[in-house]
């Protein structure tokens, strides 16, 4: 294993393309591996095999917490960071879940809330893959109802069934900060999936509606608008 000084790699060769010829990224200023003070080159991976495991080239592996999402609230900061080994790579084809070129990360990942020395997880993602056209840091969108803040995170940004997102939920009276599951007839998940051909899910009445993810075969019924009401008590939204 290679291991490479932060402050004398300015780019890096991170793969073939399908002509065979050497490809090669030019890393700027702000997702350059010089901002990591703990990184090596490594063209391998020790997560277990996923869907995409054949699609990507790892480039080279981060062994400092990275910082993958950020959101500033009223009394403190969410955040994905990674724990441990983070392998960054690219897509080697194009598919569902992006372009050929585009950026992947993978990692243990959690979602934590932040207030001054304090800090509570509020989600594990294990082994968690996920792939974006750019480098840049990730935010949470924010809707609201009147007893709580909601803060929508979408690590992968196609999938081609739908955006899928992780919600959190701090509540406006006590400031308590926890992940929301999604209880849709009795069935719990963890992630809420939706159209992403329209606007992020809406508060109208106290009730979160949702725009279905339509594809062919997608009955009448299932293609209709989902609402969802807001279960502080039992950390959920419920479909109704």
């Known amino acids: 294993m290679l291991w490479v000084s932060s402050i004398c790699l300015f780019s890096i060769i991170i793969g073939c393309n399908s002509e065979g010829k050497i490809k090669q990224i030019k890393l700027d ?3 350059s591996i010089a901002k990591y003070q703990n990184v090596s080159v490594d ?17 080279f592996v981060v062994n400092e917490q990275s910082i993958r999402a950020e959101q500033k609230t ?3 900061t969410l955040l994905m960071v990674s724990n441990g080994r983070e392998e960054k790579g ?6 569902i879940w992006g372009q050929e070129g585009d950026y992947t990360f993978q990692s243990n990942y959690s979602v934590v809330y932040r207030q001054e020395e304090k800090e509570k997880v509020l989600l594990v993602l294990p082994a968690f ?15 609201s109802f009147h007893s709580a803040d909601i803060y929508i995170l979408t690590p992968q940004y196609q999938t081609g069934y739908g955006a899928e997102s992780y919600l959190f939920t701090i509540d406006k009276q006590s400031g308590d900060a926890f992940h929301l599951e999604i209880n849709k007839n009795g069935i719990v998940s963890k992630s809420l999936i939706y159209s992403d051909t329209t606007s ?12 279905p ?9 299932d293609a209709k608008d989902m609402h969802y009401r807001l279960d502080l008590k039992n950390k959920q939204l419920i479909a109704e």
């Open 129 to 143: 893959q996920y792939v974006q056209p750019t480098q840049k840091k990730l935010t949470f969108k924010h809707i």
């Open 200 to 211: 992020i899910p809406a508060v109208e009445k106290e009730t979160l509606v949702i725009h």
């Open 43 to 59: 063209n391998s991976t020790t997560f277990p095999k996923t869907e995409l495991s054949d699609s990507i080239a790892v480039d």
């Open 29 to 31: 200023s702000s997702t």
């Open 90 to 95: 690219h897509l080697l084809v194009s598919s």
């Open 74 to 76: 009223d009394k403190g």
């Open 213 to 221: 993810s339509v594809r062919a075969g997608t009955s009448e019924q």
